[in-house]
């Protein structure tokens, strides 16, 4: 069933990263008017909400070690994953000088058990970042930005500029380990002076801030509140149409959990109009809930974009084989070389793809053959993996339509075969108790005669029908973060139709 194959987990990276945000710009000490940016430890707990149920905590330490500042960050999550129970932590440590110049960092994820570790420090003018999942590492360089900060910087540079005063504004540069290091993203910090909030039975006085995110992938916001000594009591989001809560409290009350997980399957689900008609042309109406049509979608092979109004726009999927189409030149590198993810120097990946290749000559039969092998090696389809590198899959055999796309990319390129990952909505005539629906899905695509061509492992088509809408595709050498973003966003602002010809 489709339900098995369906990827979620790339939308809990999303609310580790935002987590991890705040927590990096959330001024936690104790600091008097008079005393400005002078340090003083930190020590702070909170709960974690999603909608009115508490799914972890979050633990805020700073200590000072001599002309070094020591800063520790945990965050713990525990939901469910189509009744399967998921704990989500991330460890976060940066090591600065008193001054708030990066020293080090290093930030520890683990999803359903698999490790993601990335690590860097400053040389000189360069940034040096460590990657590691499972088996597989790699490091790189980017230019240091020495205005960029992370969390005794940032914090310090709060206190400096201030953030009672209502009306004032500033930006800041963030580094944050998941957004990617390559570069400081910039926030937009908004005082709005004194407010009155909930925290836990009781109203309280607060300044509200509000912080805004401007990445690559779009603008992230969050709403603050803090006491006169800047400790944060509160901070609120909404992410993908689901209202997250951060609430100071003590450890002893934050480490509870409650009994009951959250389950977080149907979030992704949008409901059509009537069923997908089987071939090899159909058109999706696309409108947003709120606000006017502000996505870009995926345009290429095989889908064409078209702007009906300021919030409707009409995509047109065609995989028709005999449609004469253009030849589509590309540079082949980025979809042929190795990454964190794609781990095409592994050992068992070579000896899986020489398998899976069996007799096939062209490219084209080789990647049928691929596809095939791929949904048959995977024995055990289940929600309970991360977001797994292909090495991984190759040993566990297990995972949803993330690791059956991430081991099929893999495979290609060990073969030569440029490949890439493609994640939109696909349709089901039945998922989880709802009919004619488009939900979540990753699959690939392979670059075979001069075109991109769609191939579905998890589902086990080497032919697929116009029956999927993309949002995005990507090479995977850089962090998977930017392209899921801006797609869960919009589905849960998003109504969809099947233009059913006349």
């Known amino acids: 069933m489709i339900k098995d194959i369906v990827d979620y987990m790339k939308k809990f990276n999303i609310y580790l990263t935002f987590f991890q945000l705040c927590l990096l710009l959330l001024p936690g000490a104790h600091l008097e008017a008079d005393t400005k940016s002078d340090f003083t430890p930190v020590d702070r707990w909170y709960e974690v909400y999603l909608g009115g149920s508490k799914v972890g905590y979050v633990s805020d330490m700073m200590q000072k070690d001599g002309d070094v500042i020591k800063s520790r960050n945990e965050f713990v999550m525990q939901i469910k994953r189509a ?5 989500i932590t991330v460890e976060q440590e940066t090591r600065e000088e008193l001054s708030g110049e990066l020293i080090d960092f290093s930030s520890e994820t683990k999803m359903a058990g ?3 570790l990335k690590k860097g420090r400053v040389e000189g003018k360069e940034l040096v970042v460590y990657e590691k999942q499972f088996i597989t590492g790699k490091e790189t360089r980017h230019p240091f930005d020495p205005e960029g900060a ?53 109203k309280i006085l607060g300044y509200e801030v509000d912080m805004e995110l401007q990445s690559t992938f779009g603008s992230l916001k969050t709403k603050s509140w803090f006491d006169k000594d800047c400790v944060a009591l509160r901070t609120d989001m909404n992410m993908g149409g689901m209202n997250i809560s951060m ?46 049509w502000s996505a870009t979608l995926f345009e290429g092979t095989g889908q064409k974009v078209e702007k009906i109004d300021d919030k409707t726009v009409r995509v047109i999927v065609d995989q028709s084989p005999t449609k004469k189409k253009a030849v589509e030149e590309i540079d082949r ?40 092998f791929v949904f048959r090696y995977m024995t055990n389809k289940n929600y309970g993996v ?32 440029p490949t890439r990952v493609a994640t939109g909505l696909v349709y089901a005539d039945e998922f989880e108790g709802e009919k004619d629906v488009l939900v979540y899905h990753m699959w690939n695509q392979f670059y075979l005669d001069d075109e991109w061509v769609n191939l579905d492992a998890a589902l086990g088509l080497v032919k697929c029908p116009a029956d999927r809408i993309t949002f995005t595709v990507d090479s995977m050498q850089e962090d998977t973060m930017d392209s899921v973003i801006p797609v869960m966003e919009l589905i849960n602002n998003l109504k969809v139709r099947v233009q059913i010809p006349e």
């Open 83 to 87: 009744g399967q129970s998921i704990e």
């Open 114 to 116: 698999i490790p993601m």
């Open 150 to 202: 992370m969390s005794w910087g940032l914090r310090k540079k709060v206190l400096e500029k201030g953030f009672q005063e209502a009306g004032k504004t500033y930006e800041l540069k963030v580094y944050s380990p998941d957004l990617g290091m390559k570069a400081p993203v910039k926030a937009n910090i908004n005082c709005l002076g004194k407010k009155m909030i909930q925290v836990g039975p009781e």
């Open 247 to 292: 609430i100071q409290v003590p450890k002893k009350k934050a480490k509870k959990m409650d009994a009951e997980v959250q389950e977080l399957l149907l979030s992704s689900v949008v409901s059509l109009n009537a069923a997908v008609p089987k071939g090899d042309k159909n058109i999706f109406i696309m409108e947003t809930v709120k606000g006017d």
């Open 333 to 372: 590198k980025s979809f042929l070389l190795a990454s964190v993810y794609l781990d095409t120097d592994d050992l068992l990946i070579q000896k899986l793809a020489k398998k899976g290749k069996g007799k096939a000559k062209t490219p084209k039969e080789i990647a049928k053959k691929l596809t095939k």
């Open 386 to 417: 991360g977001f797994a590198t292909a090495s991984e899959v190759a040993r566990n055999k297990e995972g949803d339509c993330t690791e059956h796309s991430m081991l099929l990319a893999a495979l290609g390129r060990a073969l030569g075969i």
